[in-house]
């Protein structure tokens, strides 16, 4: 509802489906890969589907060199703050960071 009557919240969702429809779900395997080797003693269908999601972008945006990997890790866990579970951050974090020295980013 929210959304609804917020344009400027619609029009940013909307923006971010088409970026997940279009660049990150081709790639969706690629990246659950990587999420499944750093998420360790972690079965990935046991990790939200918020949490999954907010690590597919960040991956995504990091690999592709989208923005700077420490905006990209902060932009994922203010979202994990105000979306996820209270252990999030510090779980996406830790993925996020292995990333980025596995990429040299």
């Not at 990150?24 to 990246?31: A, H, R, T, V, W």
């Not at 939200?48 to 994922?76: C, F, T």
Request: hydrophobic share 45%; charged share 35%.
């Amino acid at each position: 509802i929210v959304v609804v009557f917020q344009p400027e919240l619609r029009d940013g969702l909307i923006r971010l489906g088409k970026r997940h429809i279009f660049y990150i779900e081709p790639k969706q395997e690629e990246i659950d890969k990587l999420i499944k080797e750093f998420s360790i003693n972690w079965d990935i269908r046991r990790i939200s589907i918020i949490d999954k999601n907010i690590l597919r972008v960040a991956i995504y945006e990091m690999v592709n060199k989208l923005a700077p990997p420490k905006v990209v890790i902060n932009e994922a866990l203010e979202l994990a703050k105000k979306y996820s579970e209270k252990k999030a951050p510090k779980f996406i974090n830790g993925i996020l960071d292995a990333i980025k020295k596995k990429f040299d980013l």
